[in-house]
């Protein structure tokens, strides 16, 4: 059986003509170094500039600039004798916006994971789960590549910051083995319905779809609570938190390099977020 993708979803003519201009036209190396240059000159910078700190001749400079300008990466303004060059700022959102819908990244995503074990009950959290919660929550710590922090909150910490109806738990034969928590990102009512992120599941149960549970409940919780952007960061060493988000729905949307230490060492995280299909608009009179 051959799996087919619905029309709706194939890229149009006229955008994947567009995008291929734009790839094609920084298919030669002097022009991406050219336009790399301008991009972090501020104010721009003159042709003959241009030609000189790349080292190649004027005639071959003006002639990538015009490239450039003529898909729209580059605006040219005369000053006297001489062109000034600087970046189209729309540029810097249409290129990764072209790179993401030929990636497929903005096609739409999964609601949640499919495969969920028969055999992995979830349930809100109750007052009695909060031990095995913490126990869960010290064994990622432990890992090194969950969290920053280097000792569990404690619960009047964690019920403070976490959201009424968005606590849950995963059971495997009667034992807690997993929890999932959404904590709101900020008190001002415009980010009412952003919320972020927490999935841990105990050590003797990884890989067996806990993760996979938990987040589906998680999703589809936030969905019908009408919460519009789910996010978390994760370790960029923590890959199959990156996998289990991408099965969710979520998307990368950023690297932010070097952002906090842990013992000493400096680490990246991966900046990830799931949008609700369906956004109602808020009502006005």
């Not at 609601?111 to 009950?121: H, I, K, S």
Request: aromatic share 6%; net charge neutral.
């Amino acid at each position: 059986m051959t799996s087919t993708v619905p029309p709706a979803q194939v890229l149009p003519d006229a955008e994947a003509a567009t995008y291929a201009e734009w790839f094609a036209c920084l298919s030669e190396p002097n022009r991406v170094r050219l336009l790399h240059t301008v991009a972090i000159a501020p104010g721009g910078i003159s042709v003959g500039a241009l030609t000189e700190t790349l080292g190649i001749s004027q005639s071959t400079c003006s002639h990538h600039v015009r490239k450039l300008a003529d898909v729209g990466f580059l605006l040219l303004h005369k000053e006297g004798a001489s062109t000034r060059v600087t970046v189209n700022q729309a540029c810097c959102v249409g290129l990764p916006h072209a790179a993401d819908a030929v990636m497929g990244l903005l096609a739409p995503r999964p609601c949640c994971p499919a495969d969920v074990p028969e055999d992995v009950t979830v349930r809100a959290l109750e007052p009695r789960d909060w031990p095995a919660v913490r126990r869960i929550y010290a064994e990622g710590i432990a890992t090194g590549i969950a969290t920053f922090e280097t000792t569990v909150p404690n619960r009047a910490s964690l019920e403070a910051k976490w959201l009424l109806g968005h606590r849950w738990v995963a059971e495997v034969d009667g034992e807690v083995a997993g929890w999932t928590a959404l904590g709101p990102v900020s008190t001002r009512e415009c980010y009412s319905g952003v919320a972020e992120s927490s999935i841990y599941v105990t050590e003797r149960r990884r890989g067996r779809g806990v993760g996979k549970a938990l987040i589906r409940q998680q999703v589809v919780a936030a969905d019908a609570a009408g919460l519009w952007t789910l996010q978390t960061a994760i370790f960029t060493e923590n890959r199959a938190s990156i996998a289990l988000h991408h099965s969710a729905g979520y998307r990368i949307v950023g690297v932010r390099e070097r952002i906090a230490q842990l013992h000493g060492t400096w680490h990246d995280t991966v900046v990830i977020e799931r949008r609700a299909d369906t956004v109602t608009d808020p009502v006005t009179s």
